[in-house]
């Protein structure tokens, strides 16, 4: 375990960012509020190619899956993983349910088309959209469960990993401490694995992310599926 000395002025720089850019990844999040329709889910099935793959992992997220404003989706974290397994000779195909603007409610809407597809892995990357609009901590945590409640039903052998997400903060810290222990308390009580922040050296990184400060660039995105597999290549 590595452990990380951040000093007073990094620390109010790294905060200084997240305060001024709050505004701007709620609007960048933001692009799609409806929830997705049964077509649109559909559809996200329907683009994914081909595949004579024994096992299926699902990446379901909002923008920061989706691979919102890089030029090509498959830079987005789930493709750098995808190449990861191709490259492995891995038995698995990968789809990427992302859908910028995505809240816990959204994902809970849309999710059962979804799951006409076989899973054997599921990934869940939700919620910082719902802690930028200020939605109680216990609807998210309700709306989270739901989602692995309907996950674990459908397919009661599948893996799931769940991406920690965490707030700025000037949502103020009751709000942030309660958010943040979301996803730890939820894998716990499901047995679920953990990636306890998915932005993890990529947060707060000028160089790292967009000009919006919060979507990584195609680097930063190498350095999230880093995170990610950390703990996924454990799962496969």
């Not at 190619?49 to 923008?63: A, I």
């Amino acid at each position: 375990m590595k452990y990380y000395v951040i000093t007073l002025n990094a620390m109010y720089k790294f905060k200084l960012t997240f305060l001024l850019l709050a505004t701007l990844i709620f609007a960048a999040c933001n692009q799609n509020k409806k929830p997705a329709t049964d077509e649109e889910a559909k559809s996200i099935i329907a683009a994914q190619p081909d595949s004579t793959s024994s096992k299926t992992v699902l990446f379901f997220g909002d923008s920061l899956t989706a691979g919102y404003g890089l030029d090509d989706p498959s830079e987005a974290f789930p493709g750098v993983i995808k190449d990861k397994i191709d490259s492995l000779k891995l038995p698995y195909k990968v789809i990427n349910a992302g859908l910028s603007g995505e809240t816990t409610a959204g994902g809970n809407a849309r999710l059962d088309w979804l799951l006409k597809q076989k899973v054997d892995v599921f990934i869940l990357e939700l919620g910082a959209n719902d802690g930028l609009r200020g939605i109680p901590v216990n609807e998210t945590n309700k709306n989270l469960q739901s989602i692995i409640d309907k996950v674990k039903a459908k397919y009661p052998e599948v893996k799931i990993v769940l991406l920690g997400m965490q707030v700025p903060p000037n949502m103020g810290a009751d709000y942030v401490n309660k958010f943040k222990a979301i996803f730890p308390d939820l894998a716990a009580k499901n047995h679920t694995q953990l990636v306890p922040f998915l932005l993890q050296g990529v947060g707060g990184i000028p160089a790292l992310n967009q000009a919006d400060g919060i979507h990584p660039t195609a680097q930063g995105a190498k350095i999230v599926a880093n995170n990610v597999w950390g703990v996924l290549k454990g799962v496969l």
